[in-house]
């Protein structure tokens, strides 16, 4: 069970936070509204107990 989470990427040299929520439940999907571009993703996660993340993945929106 995770609590929360908070995503991060690296811009001009800081971490800038982007998305943050509460809890995350199978096949949760979270919609950045604007174009990110960076060389470093960060996810922070929160729990009672031992964290188990089975996946992760980063998609590109479509442009058609």
């Known amino acids: 069970r995770i609590d929360s989470y908070t995503i ?5 040299n800081k971490w800038k936070k982007i998305a943050t929520g509460a809890s995350i439940g ?5 919609k950045i509204d604007k174009t990110v571009n960076t060389t470093n993703v960060r996810i922070k ?20």
């Not at 991060?8 to 001009?12: A, L, S």
């Not at 199978?26 to 979270?30: A, D, E, N, V």
């Not at 996660?45 to 058609?64: M, N, Q, R, W």
Request: proline fraction near 7%; hydrophobic fraction near 40%; include cysteine.
């Open 26 to 30: 199978p096949k949760l999907i979270i």
């Open 45 to 64: 996660l929160s729990a009672p107990v031992c964290i188990t993340l089975c996946e992760f993945g980063l998609y590109k929106k479509s442009t058609t």
């Open 8 to 12: 991060e990427v690296i811009e001009n």
